[in-house]
């Protein structure tokens, strides 16, 4: 069993099975780097991440501890030129899995509930996990507004009007895709 | 090898950037110094990969739109447009250039019907741009005066991963256009080309 710390003051702990929080990757590259330590007896610190948060990530990293490990697809980096090898460029279909839909801080008031569960799974790199907490995102703005999807994001508006108004005539012909 | 040397010294780096982090914040196991109470509840602080990732799975024709969210969304659709999925088309592409220095696409699907249509000037030729959000497969034509200058030309090598038509037509004014860029695109228009026509 490993040990996490949440970022309070005092830190709240979390006892987890070592398969479990190896879905972070951050922490098995962490476990790997210090093999030959006791780990089960050191607590492991995240700065990143609070115990609201840190409870709902263990409750993921524990009822996903069996799943089959993703296929790992190389990360194109893109350096903004056209060259690059853009024709593989199918995402691979992401379906919320039923229980991770009742799992995930859904409601309205927990929004910034569910952008800091984005965040620690960013941060601790638990790929499926960002990928579901991502799309349900997507699925909330796809066909909304760009002012819905500022206020349900809380983003402002930091363009002037007339940098606004050149932008909105620059990419008038994807109205009609 | 040198790859090699180098992915380790990240790797280093990033530990070493870790464990400052932890032992900064950690005396005698306790935490110090308190984060501010909003902190990163809002999307706005996420990093660029949550963001990026929400993006790539929204209809392709949202995406465009989006850049208006924010400076911050305009550009990390900038930079990564061009490795996202992209809307696919067995239609046709038409490039017309009425005036000079003028150049107008028409996007027009199996069936005919007219997708985009758009008016660009010749000092920003913003193909590319179109480009990363759609995938052409069917017809390229170009008419109308113009249409097949060398920045149009050379656009299109450029971005000839994305698109391959199956059959490309000219049947504009090709007085202007240089043998080089002539000979580019229709190197990089080959493999994937059925029929060809002046």
Not at chain 1, 29 to 51: S, Y
Not at chain 2, 88 to 112: M, Y
Not at chain 2, 117 to 139: K, Y
Request: proline residues 6%.
């Amino acid at each position: 069993m490993i040990q996490l710390c949440s970022n309070d003051d005092p830190p709240v702990s979390f006892t987890v099975p070592r398969k479990a929080v190896e879905l972070s990757k951050t922490i098995k590259t962490m476990l790997e780097d210090l093999e030959g330590f006791d780990m089960e007896q050191t607590p492991i610190p995240l700065p990143n991440v609070d115990a609201p948060t840190l409870e709902l990530i263990v409750k993921w990293v524990e009822q996903h501890q069996d799943d089959p490990p993703p296929v790992e697809k190389p990360r194109v980096e893109d350096d903004d030129s056209d060259d690059s090898d853009a024709d593989d460029d199918q995402e691979p279909e992401v379906v919320i899995p039923e229980w991770d839909k009742k799992f995930l801080p859904t409601d309205d008031e927990q929004k910034n509930q569910l952008f800091k569960l984005l965040n620690a799974a960013n941060y601790l790199e638990i790929k499926p996990l960002l990928d579901i907490g991502c799309k349900y995102v997507a699925d909330k703005i796809s066909g909304q507004t760009v002012e819905w999807v500022r206020d349900y994001l809380n983003m402002e508006n930091d363009y002037t009007p007339e940098e606004e108004a050149k932008l909105k005539e620059e990419i008038a012909w994807a109205e009609g895709l | 090898m040198e790859t090699e040397v180098a992915n380790l010294q990240a790797e280093i780096d990033r530990l070493r950037r870790a464990l400052g982090d932890f032992s900064e914040r950690i005396v005698c196991g306790q935490l110090t110094g308190k984060l501010p109470d909003n902190f990163l509840e809002q999307f706005s602080q996420l990093p660029d990969r949550p963001l990026e990732q929400v993006l790539r799975f929204l209809p392709t024709r949202q995406v465009p739109q989006m850049r208006r969210v924010s400076r911050r969304f305009n550009h990390v659709i900038r930079k990564c447009s061009s490795t996202m999925q992209k809307k696919e088309s067995k239609g046709s592409v038409v490039f017309k250039s009425k005036h000079p220095g003028e150049l107008t696409v028409e996007w027009i699907d199996d069936h005919r019907n007219k997708i985009v249509e758009t008016t660009m000037a010749d000092d920003e030729v913003a193909l590319s741009e179109l480009l990363r959000f759609i995938r052409i497969d069917g017809i390229m034509y170009f008419s109308d005066g113009l249409s097949a200058t060398d920045e149009v030309l050379d656009q299109l090598s450029k971005a000839w991963l994305t698109i391959r038509p199956e059959m490309v037509i000219f049947a504009g004014d090709l007085s202007q256009t240089s043998r080089d860029s002539l000979r580019a695109f229709l190197v990089k228009v080959g493999p994937s080309i059925m029929w060809l026509h002046f």
